[in-house]
């Protein structure tokens, strides 16, 4: 990835609320599995999965439409 898709990703993520943030913290920063985290916020690990993939899936779209309004600001100053 990109320095620029990584500054994106880190803003994304930095405004996440602080319960979603510290899910995809645990995971992605700090290297716990799903149960591991689900035990670290006293929660049912399938509830954790389930958060988490969210949180994917919405960070996924929030990069997608980011790097998409970036190409049509190009496409415009290109024509």
Request: hydrophobic letters at 50%; glycine letters at 8%; a negative charge.
């Amino acid at each position: 990835m990109s320095a620029l898709g990584l500054s994106t990703l880190r803003n994304l993520i930095s405004a996440l609320p602080t319960g979603e943030r510290r899910l995809v913290l645990l995971k992605y920063a700090e290297g716990f599995n799903d149960a591991e985290i689900a035990q670290i916020l006293g929660m049912e690990p399938s509830q954790a999965s389930a958060r988490i993939e969210a949180l994917e899936g919405l960070l996924f779209e929030q990069m997608q439409a980011s790097f998409e309004a970036e190409l049509s600001g190009e496409r415009a100053l290109a024509a």
